[in-house]
Antibody, heavy 119, light 107 residues
Framework: QVQLKESGPGLVQPSQTLSLTCTVAGFSLTSYNVHWVRQPPGKGLEWMGV???????RYNSALKSRLSISKDTSKSQVFLKMNSLQTEDTATYYC?????????????WGQGVMVTVSS | DIQMTQSPASLSASLGETVTIQCQASEDIYSGLAWYQQKPGKSPQLLIYGASSLQDGVPSRFSGSGSGTQYSLKISSMQTEDEGVYFCQQGLKYPFTFGSGTKLEIK
């Protein structure tokens, strides 16, 4: 069945780079796009960016200068890298599979990985 | 960016009661709207996409409607398992944006 699972460090120091991996199963990255969404503790959801099945990317302009999304299709993995982390980047980071019907939506989500930015 | 305004921010409902949550977009999103339910410590789960299409496996007491800038999610008969936070999301224009959430509790 369709599964996504995020992995990465739980703690990152300010000004450092965050690296997360989303490992998917049950579908191919050559057929579906994968999005990253984050949620600060007790707050709402923020769309970060997407990597298309073609390998192209699109980022939230609020994060664009710091964010990079890539993938290894053979390993069914999607990677997120974000530099210059600050305390406000503390959040749970989710990867989600994207679909389209009148607009893009997310039909399967990973369990999320909590990332704390602190020295 | 398209702003998504949800209301109410919170509400409590009795078992069997009909619940309606509203979502207003700052511009026409042509039914490019999805609804999600999130329970504490869990990831969001898709309920509705395309404003009114029910995701597979979601109980039929959930329904979505609306067009243009105004959308709503209805739960026809509140159940205990429906407690959680509900988010709307527009998927028409980048960056995709979410409403601030509606916390639904049992009365």
């Amino acid at each position: 069945q369709v599964q996504l699972k995020e992995s990465g460090p739980g703690l990152v120091q300010p000004s450092q780079t965050l690296s997360l991996t989303c490992t998917v199963a049950g579908f191919s990255l050559t057929s579906y796009n994968v999005h990253w969404v984050r949620q600060p503790p007790g707050k709402g959801l923020e769309w970060m960016g997407v990597i298309w099945n073609t390998g192209g990317t699109r980022y939230n302009s609020a994060l664009k200068s710091r964010l990079s999304i890539s993938k290894d299709t053979s390993k069914s993995q999607v990677f997120l890298k974000m530099n210059s982390l600050q305390t406000e980047d503390t959040a749970t980071y989710y990867c989600a599979r994207g679909r389209y019907y009148s607009g893009y939506y997310f039909d399967y989500w990973g369990q999320g990985v909590m990332v704390t930015v602190s020295s | 960016d398209i702003q998504m305004t949800q209301s109410p921010a919170s509400l409590s409902a009795s078992l069997g009661e009909t619940v309606t949550i509203q979502c207003q977009a700052s511009e026409d999103i042509y039914s490019g709207l999805a609804w999600y339910q999130q329970k504490p410590g869990k990831s969001p789960q898709l309920l509705i996409y395309g404003a009114s299409s029910l995701q597979d496996g979601v109980p039929s007491r959930f329904s979505g409607s609306g067009s243009g800038t105004q959308y709503s999610l209805k739960i026809s008969s509140m159940q205990t398992e429906d407690e959680g936070v509900y988010f709307c999301q527009q998927g028409l224009k980048y960056p995709f944006t979410f409403g601030s959430g509606t916390k639904l509790e049992i009365k």
